[in-house]
């Protein structure tokens, strides 16, 4: 048994490391496979809208949820400018804790774990949602998520296909550059129109804190399937309401992608499906080949929590972490005070 002052703590490297041995599309599956889990016993949870702090530059958030035995939460921050000053638009880190004494049982980079995590529900939500045999996939926005969404596509649905656009050309030669050799049939478009043209999916994963429309009315064709994945925020949206009046809309948490899904431009009582009722079969997915769908995605809380247990339970195959001395621990539980006493270091004299 660990000494209790002791955390488990995945950095950056490591957290490289365990993906890597685990391999980078078996986490994505595996990492499905835990949300499907989760969102299946949805009543099992403790759910709330996710807590923000908006600024003119971005949004700092905290996702908490429990199952009453572990609770977790993700702290993430979104700021659309950062990458110009060299920083990542997104990051997080997260914890996992016991709900039976409160102590914390790891804590982790989610930096990488959010665009894994965020790709394989997407790619959950498609299984669904998207035309059986879809193969070609648009992706507006080629920025630090574009690659993950790729390869959950691949892993859970076998697009092959991948049509890239993104109004920055670099963002575009970068995605390039990594995917190539891969396997997949890239081709760069030099608009969202181009890039539509004959895609089964389209993801759009653009970052632009403002109401922009990477998607108007006449790009959406039949039968298209959306995930939608940068419109995350009151005021930042990448949908026109054109598209979604004329779609099927399936979110994560209904009472968040309210206040921050592309679905906050239209009537609050506008219907929506929560796409765990989709996986339970509880509702249908996608009913005929020419019906238009959305997946709404903004991330829940409940999807963080099953990367973060998923990364709890690779640690025992994978030991890719540190001890980190994160929690007090004197030998009287009541003497914190004497801890700190004892600790002082010994005067010098002169
Ligand atoms: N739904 C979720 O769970 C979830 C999770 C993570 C990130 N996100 C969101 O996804 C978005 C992308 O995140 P990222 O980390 O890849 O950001 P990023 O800054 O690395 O990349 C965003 C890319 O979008 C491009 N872009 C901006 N406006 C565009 C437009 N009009 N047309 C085409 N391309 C455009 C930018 O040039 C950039 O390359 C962000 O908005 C982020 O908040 C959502």
Same mark, same amino acid.
């Given at each position: 048994?660990?000494?209790?002052?002791?955390?488990?703590?995945?950095?950056?490297?490591?957290?490289?490391? =365990?993906?890597? #041995?685990?391999?980078?599309? $078996?986490?994505?599956?595996?990492? %499905?496979?835990?949300? &499907?889990?989760?969102? *299946? !016993?949805?009543?099992?949870?403790?759910?709330?809208?996710?807590?923000?702090?908006?600024?003119?530059?971005?949004?700092?958030?905290?996702?908490?949820?429990?199952?009453?035995?572990?609770?977790?939460?993700?702290?993430?921050?979104?700021?659309?400018?950062?990458?110009?000053?060299?920083?990542?638009?997104?990051?997080?880190?997260?914890?996992?804790?016991?709900?039976?004494?409160?102590?914390?049982?790891?804590?982790?980079?989610?930096? =990488?774990?959010? #665009?894994?995590?965020?790709? $394989?529900?997407?790619?959950?939500? %498609?299984?669904?949602? &998207?035309?059986?045999? *879809? !193969?070609?996939?648009?992706?507006?926005?080629?920025?630090?998520?574009?690659?993950?969404?790729?390869?959950?596509?691949?892993?859970?649905?076998?697009?092959?296909?991948?049509?890239?656009?993104?109004?920055?050309?670099?963002?575009?030669?970068?995605?390039?550059?990594?995917?190539?050799?891969?396997?997949?049939?890239?081709?760069?478009?030099?608009?969202?129109?181009?890039?539509?043209?004959?895609?089964?999916?389209?993801?759009?994963?653009?970052?632009?804190?403002?109401?922009?429309?990477?998607?108007?009315?006449?790009?959406?064709?039949?039968?298209?399937?959306?995930?939608?994945?940068?419109?995350?925020?009151?005021?930042?949206?990448?949908?026109?309401?054109?598209?979604?009046?004329?779609?099927?809309?399936?979110?994560?948490?209904?009472?968040?992608?309210?206040?921050?899904?592309?679905?906050?431009?239209?009537?609050?009582?506008?219907?929506?499906?929560?796409?765990?009722?989709?996986?339970?079969?509880?509702?249908?997915?996608?009913?005929?080949?020419?019906?238009?769908?959305?997946?709404?995605?903004?991330?829940?809380?409940?999807?963080?929590?099953?990367?973060?247990?998923?990364?709890?339970?690779?640690?025992?195959?994978?030991?890719?972490?540190?001890?980190?001395?994160?929690?007090?621990?004197?030998?009287?539980?009541?003497?914190?005070?004497?801890?700190?006493?004892?600790?002082?270091?010994?005067?010098?004299?002169?």
């Amino acid at each position: 048994m660990p000494a209790l002052n002791i955390v488990p703590f995945v950095s950056v490297d490591n957290m490289m490391r =365990l993906v890597h #041995a685990v391999g980078i599309e $078996a986490m994505l599956v595996r990492l %499905a496979g835990a949300v &499907a889990e989760d969102f *299946s !016993r949805w009543d099992a949870f403790h759910k709330t809208p996710r807590i923000a702090a908006h600024s003119p530059e971005g949004v700092i958030e905290l996702m908490p949820t429990s199952d009453g035995h572990t609770y977790g939460f993700k702290y993430v921050n979104g700021h659309p400018k950062n990458a110009a000053g060299g920083r990542q638009t997104v990051t997080a880190f997260g914890v996992l804790a016991d709900v039976g004494n409160g102590y914390p049982v790891l804590i982790t980079e989610m930096t =990488l774990l959010t #665009a894994l995590r965020t790709a $394989a529900t997407s790619a959950l939500a %498609a299984k669904s949602l &998207a035309r059986p045999g *879809s !193969r070609t996939m648009a992706l507006i926005g080629n920025g630090a998520q574009a690659e993950f969404q790729a390869l959950a596509f691949r892993a859970l649905l076998g697009i092959d296909a991948l049509r890239l656009h993104d109004i920055d050309p670099a963002a575009t030669r970068k995605c390039l550059r990594n995917l190539a050799g891969l396997g997949f049939d890239l081709t760069v478009c030099a608009s969202t129109e181009e890039a539509v043209r004959g895609a089964d999916i389209v993801t759009t994963v653009t970052a632009d804190k403002r109401n922009a429309v990477i998607l108007g009315g006449n790009l959406v064709g039949e039968g298209v399937h959306v995930n939608a994945v940068g419109g995350d925020c009151p005021g930042k949206t990448e949908l026109a309401p054109e598209v979604l009046a004329r779609a099927a809309l399936f979110v994560e948490y209904e009472p968040q992608t309210r206040i921050e899904g592309e679905i906050q431009q239209l009537a609050p009582d506008h219907p929506v499906t929560e796409l765990w009722r989709v996986l339970t079969g509880e509702a249908p997915g996608r009913r005929d080949a020419r019906q238009v769908t959305v997946f709404d995605s903004v991330g829940f809380a409940i999807e963080d929590f099953s990367a973060l247990r998923t990364v709890r339970d690779l640690l025992a195959e994978h030991p890719y972490y540190e001890n980190l001395d994160l929690l007090a621990d004197p030998d009287d539980p009541r003497d914190l005070f004497g801890m700190l006493q004892r600790a002082r270091p010994p005067r010098l004299v002169a």
